[in-house]
């Protein structure tokens, strides 16, 4: 199965800037995408590693060929994070959302935060200690892109279940009399499914994931719980700097087809490896 010229289930070798701006309008339902961050660690010779100040440049490409290829329907998940210099915080990641928005066409639908449960601790007696990193929805249509939140839905919580029982939210207004004004918003019943989930994620970090030799994995819980909200089976997710794999991984165990782009080969192997291991009975030819 190809699209245009690219073998689906296949991570494909090259500058994704280039290969990008090959795959055809209209083909991908979702990319989910951790790239390399400026000033970051390094991923081999073949990647230079970029200042804050020529990152958003560089990186704009990618937005600007997305907008084309992807689907009404499909949106851009970006994992990305910034770091401290000399006591002062960068602000390339800011630049690069108010610029994607401005000049490509793609809109943020949404900003999520994801908490990581452990985090170095860092160095200096004045910073607090950093548990977070950035994760943006970006959709080409707002009102045409597809979401399946009941697939997501989590548990109440007490707290929740109890405020539906005594009808009380936190927009209501108690009256002088002791009576409660109800407010127009949220609903009176907690949905049979469950709550949504919040805008704070705490998926696992890769250093979870024992024995992989690539510097800077995905946890799986990332690139799973937004292909499972966002794509249907079958569906075509594109991850354009995929690293070892994990969104290939994710993609499979949710019958999704993947589609990568990564300039080491050594990371495809990895990335053919790791399928080979997780799914023994596939067709091995499938994934390389
Ligand atoms: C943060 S890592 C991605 C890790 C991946 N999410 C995973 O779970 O393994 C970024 C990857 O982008 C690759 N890369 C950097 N510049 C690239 C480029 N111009 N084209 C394609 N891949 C690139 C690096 O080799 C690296 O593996």
């Given at each position: 199965?190809?699209?245009?010229?690219?073998?689906?289930?296949?991570?494909?070798?090259?500058?994704?800037?280039?290969?990008?701006?090959?795959?055809?309008?209209?083909?991908?339902?979702?990319?989910?995408?951790?790239?390399?961050?400026?000033?970051?660690?390094?991923?081999?010779?073949?990647?230079?590693?970029?200042?804050?100040?020529?990152?958003?440049?560089?990186?704009?490409?990618?937005?600007?060929?997305?907008?084309?290829?992807?689907?009404?329907?499909?949106?851009?998940?970006?994992?990305?994070?910034?770091?401290?210099?000399?006591?002062?915080?960068?602000?390339?990641?800011?630049?690069?959302?108010?610029?994607?928005?401005?000049?490509?066409?793609?809109?943020?639908?949404?900003?999520?935060?994801?908490?990581?449960?452990?985090?170095?601790?860092?160095?200096?007696?004045?910073?607090?200690?950093?548990?977070?990193?950035?994760?943006?929805?970006?959709?080409?249509?707002?009102?045409?892109?597809?979401?399946?939140?009941?697939?997501?839905?989590?548990?109440?919580?007490?707290?929740?279940?109890?405020?539906?029982?005594?009808?009380?939210?936190?927009?209501?207004?108690?009256?002088?009399?002791?009576?409660?004004?109800?407010?127009q918003r949220g609903s009176s019943k907690p949905?049979?499914?469950?709550?949504?989930?919040?805008?704070?994620?705490?998926?696992?970090?890769?250093?979870?994931?024992?024995?992989?030799?690539?510097?800077?994995?995905?946890?799986?819980?990332?690139?799973?719980?937004?292909?499972?909200?966002?794509?249907?089976?079958?569906?075509?997710?594109?991850?354009?700097?995929?690293?070892?794999?994990?969104?290939?991984?994710?993609?499979?165990?949710?019958?999704?087809?993947?589609?990568?782009?990564?300039?080491?080969?050594?990371?495809?192997?990895?990335?053919?490896?790791?399928?080979?291991?997780?799914?023994?009975?596939?067709?091995?030819?499938?994934?390389?």
């Amino acid at each position: 199965m190809k699209i245009g010229k690219f073998e689906l289930n296949k991570t494909h070798l090259g500058d994704t800037m280039k290969l990008a701006k090959e795959l055809p309008d209209n083909s991908v339902d979702l990319i989910v995408t951790s790239p390399p961050y400026a000033d970051t660690v390094s991923y081999g010779n073949e990647v230079k590693i970029l200042t804050p100040e020529q990152y958003v440049e560089w990186f704009l490409t990618l937005f600007e060929e997305a907008k084309r290829f992807l689907k009404d329907s499909g949106s851009f998940i970006l994992n990305i994070n910034d770091k401290s210099n000399n006591g002062e915080r960068s602000t390339y990641v800011f630049e690069l959302v108010y610029r994607i928005t401005k000049e490509t066409g793609l809109k943020l639908f949404d900003r999520y935060i994801w908490f990581k449960k452990s985090a170095l601790p860092m160095t200096g007696d004045k910073r607090l200690n950093d548990r977070i990193e950035y994760i943006f929805h970006f959709v080409k249509d707002s009102k045409k892109f597809k979401t399946f939140t009941d697939r997501i839905r989590v548990p109440y919580k007490e707290v929740s279940l109890k405020r539906f029982k005594n009808k009380v939210h936190g927009n209501d207004i108690i009256l002088p009399n002791g009576e409660t004004k109800l407010s127009q918003r949220g609903s009176s019943k907690p949905h049979p499914k469950g709550a949504k989930p919040t805008t704070v994620f705490r998926f696992d970090t890769g250093s979870a994931l024992r024995g992989l030799k690539h510097p800077a994995p995905f946890h799986p819980q990332l690139p799973e719980f937004f292909i499972d909200w966002l794509t249907n089976e079958g569906d075509v997710v594109l991850d354009p700097f995929m690293g070892g794999g994990t969104t290939a991984i994710a993609a499979k165990k949710l019958n999704r087809n993947f589609l990568g782009f990564e300039i080491n080969k050594e990371y495809i192997k990895m990335t053919e490896e790791r399928l080979k291991q997780e799914f023994p009975d596939k067709n091995i030819k499938e994934f390389s």
